[in-house]
Nanobody, 115 residues
Framework: VQLVESGGGLVQAGGSLRLSCAASGSTFSINVMGWYRQAPGKQRELVATITNSGGTTTYADSVKGRFTISRDNAKNTMYLQMNNLKPEDTAVYCC?????????WGQGTQVTVSS
C-alpha cells in the first residue's frame, strides 16, 4: 500500500484546508485509515480515524467539531476537512492505513496556521 498526502499549506487562523490521502496498491486490505500530526518538539498525535465502510469515525478532543474525516473508496482516497484552524494545529499531517499485517504511512504534508 502506498499513501500520498496533499492539500497542506499556509492559512490564517480561522481558515480552512482540506487534506487528501490517495492510496494505491493492495487497498482492498485496508481496514482503518487515520490522520496523525506531529508538531516540532512534540509527540505524534492521533487526529482522526475512519473505518473501511466510513461508518465509524473518531476524533481527538482538540479537533472535535472543527475537523471532519471522510473517505471515498471508489477513489481510494481519504480526506480531512479542517475548519476554524488554530495556530496550535500547525504540524506535519500524515495519513495511516491499517491492514491485518502492517501499518502504512504517507510522507506527510505541512500545515501552518498563522495567528
Amino acid at each position: 500500500v502506498q499513501l500520498v498526502e496533499s492539500g497542506g499549506g499556509l492559512v490564517q487562523a480561522g481558515g480552512s484546508l482540506r487534506l487528501s490521502c490517495a492510496a494505491s496498491g493492495s487497498t482492498f486490505s485496508i481496514n482503518v485509515m487515520g490522520w496523525y500530526r506531529q508538531a516540532p518538539g512534540k509527540q505524534r498525535e492521533l487526529v482522526a480515524t475512519i473505518t473501511n465502510s466510513g461508518g465509524t469515525t473518531t476524533y481527538a478532543d482538540s479537533v472535535k467539531g472543527r475537523f471532519t474525516i471522510s473517505r471515498d473508496n471508489a477513489k481510494n482516497t481519504m480526506y480531512l476537512q479542517m475548519n476554524n484552524l488554530k495556530p496550535e494545529d500547525t504540524a506535519v499531517y500524515c495519513c495511516n492505513a491499517a491492514t491485518p499485517w502492517y501499518y502504512y504511512w504517507g510522507q506527510g504534508t505541512q500545515v501552518t496556521v498563522s495567528s
